[in-house]
């Protein structure tokens, strides 16, 4: 069978997710084509990244200062690191074009920060754009949206 | 500590010129007293009348621990009524905007009330004949702030009736937002999108006094600004100059830069960073808009405009601009320890979209609840909420490039890295914590 198939689309979201989770962030990179961005928006269904606020539309220098930023000796808000968990519902694979390598999935997980005695939960819906680089699978884009992305939060520090 | 609600002068005793008392950050009774007097006797901002363009159209805020309804009235003008039915108490609005049409109706009851606050019907009237309905203030409908004006599109109310009047007010630091709305070639700003909504466990006058803090930046934002700028050089800086370069890196700028970039300030606690420079002087020029604001202003007057280079404005008690960018951030006190930080960006109408687009990243940049640089500053917020309960070491310092007789009635431009804006805020503060209408309301009116 050509690949990607479905099954190596959905263990593609998964194995992110769990990258995320176990702070694997240089592989994480890796993972992501060098245009791409990652979008949470602010709005629900949001459709603009530009004119109107997001809550991330990240770029990657942007997602690499981020992650590097995690590991910084004068990082205070990571001292204690935070940590993650995402649980995901099965990805539905909703666009499978071999022609043009455009695969794109539709995930809803639960994602939960914690930090010292804080903890909390959201819900979100994640949509990769996935392509195939040098026959590898990698990021294109990634769009998260929170069920709540209207709501104001504390600090959310890595990425659901 | 506490007790300051039966004894009110306690609060003169909080205030000192180079220090202020912890419990103005902690105490109960004080946050209390800020939601009666403070919040009642200034003058505080509301909304854009972007927010509201049409008839009908609202939107719902607080003003201290106030709901408020900011409305478009049939004629077109906009009013600030309390978001309450006058009947039974009933928030008369629940979502954040909207259209209610020619009236209000209180979805409990039906009573229901014109765009103005004015009674319009009660159903079954009748059982009020005679009852001396019309004598009580339920009959009156729904209650309007003390006063509201609307400066070059951006609405702010006077809970108290009476009081300072709003240009004695502001004064001359309107001058930042005719700045902010001069730099579109139509002079005018229209509101985009929905704000960023962040939650901080912390007073919020430490976010008000960070405003104009410019020893913290290359500090606290070593780890994200610091880290770019390490980033940067690792990749020899090779193509195009990433945004968060042009956005996040400038907070690494030395000491000298943020001294001799200048800090105003004016009386009644306003005051702004960048006098004679500031991070957002330079900016990428962006093609086509010098040629729109000569067209609409002349060249000395557009270049009077662009050059002008305030960085940070605070307007007490709780809101502050970023003029080049088009940027207002409102602190909207929830509990002593508790602040909603609202930011919103505003188009500059007839001006290229490119500008607006930079404005939206820097706003998702520096103050999303998942930007780097604020979780620099919440961090340190939230340690001093914290710290503040040490007993025995009860002040937190504000001397720094302190005068002995600093007149804060009178403006005045001074070295950028001293903290006379924050000791310009304490002496306002003090000065509207009055009770309403008392004697010395009166005094801090004139
Ligand atoms: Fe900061």
Known sequence: MTFPTKDDLIDFVYAEARMLDEGRYTQWLESWMPDGHYWMPLDYKQEDPNLVTSLLYEDNFMLKLRVERLNGARTFSQKPKSRCHHVLQRPFVDEMDHENGRFITNTAMHYVETRLDEQFLLALTATHELTLDQGILKIANKRVDLLNSDAAFGNIQLLP | ?446
């Open chain 2, 1 to 446: 500590m506490s007790g300051y609600m039966q004894d009110q002068k306690a609060i003169d005793g909080l205030v000192r010129s180079h220090q202020v008392h912890r419990d103005i950050y902690i105490d109960q009774d004080v946050f209390r007293m800020e939601m009666r007097n403070l919040f009642v006797n200034t003058w505080v901002f509301v909304g854009h009348e972007s927010q509201t363009p049409n008839k009908g159209d609202y939107f719902t805020t607080q003003i201290g621990d106030q709901p408020v309804i900011q409305v478009r009235h049939s004629d077109g003008n906009i009013h600030v009524l309390y978001n309450r039915c006058p009947h039974k108490g009933t928030k008369i609005a629940i979502d954040r905007s909207g259209n209610t049409g020619k009236f209000f109706r209180c979805p409990y009851h039906a009573w229901s009330f014109k765009t103005d606050g004015c009674l319009l019907a009660i159903p079954l009237k009748k059982g009020y004949r005679d009852t001396g309905l019309d004598q009580t203030e339920s009959a009156k409908g729904m209650k309007a702030v003390g006063a509201v004006k609307n400066y070059r599109g951006f609405i702010f109310a006077r809970l108290a009736a009476e009081g300072v009047a709003f240009d004695a007010f502001f004064g001359d630091s309107l001058s930042s937002i005719d700045n902010m709305v001069d730099r579109s070639p139509a002079g005018r700003l229209e509101v985009a999108g929905p704000p960023l909504r962040y939650m901080h466990k912390c007073n919020w006058k430490m976010l008000l006094e960070n405003q104009t803090d410019t020893c913290h930046p290359m500090v606290a934002h070593e780890s994200s600004a610091g880290t770019a700028v390490r980033l940067w050089d690792e990749m020899g800086q090779k193509g195009p100059t990433p945004a968060a370069m042009q956005i996040i890196a400038p907070f690494m700028s030395p000491y000298e830069f943020f001294e001799d970039m200048g800090i105003r300030t004016w009386p009644n606690g306003h005051g702004h960073t960048g006098v004679h420079n500031s991070i957002h002087a330079n900016y990428s020029e962006i093609p086509g808009y010098m040629e729109k604001m000569v067209e609409a202003y002349g060249e000395e007057r557009a270049k009077q405009i662009l050059g002008e280079s305030r960085h940070n404005t605070v307007y007490f008690p709780n809101i502050m601009i970023k003029g080049p960018i088009q940027q207002m951030r409102v602190f909207i006190p929830l509990a002593a320890d508790k602040t909603l930080v609202e930011s919103y960006i505003y188009r500059l109408v007839d001006a290229p979209d490119e500008l607006l687009a930079r404005t939206a990243m820097y706003n998702r940049m520096i103050n999303a609840p998942t930007s780097i640089v604020g979780h620099d500053d919440l961090e340190m917020y939230e340690r001093a909420q914290e710290g503040l309960h040490v007993d025995g070491l009860e002040w937190v310092n504000v001397q720094r490039l302190y005068e002995e007789g600093e007149d804060m009635e009178t403006e005045a431009v001074v070295n950028g890295t001293t903290e006379r804006q924050m000791r310009n805020q304490f002496h306002a503060w003090l000065k509207f914590m009055r009770a309403p209408g008392s004697t010395d309301a009166q005094v801090a009116a004139q």
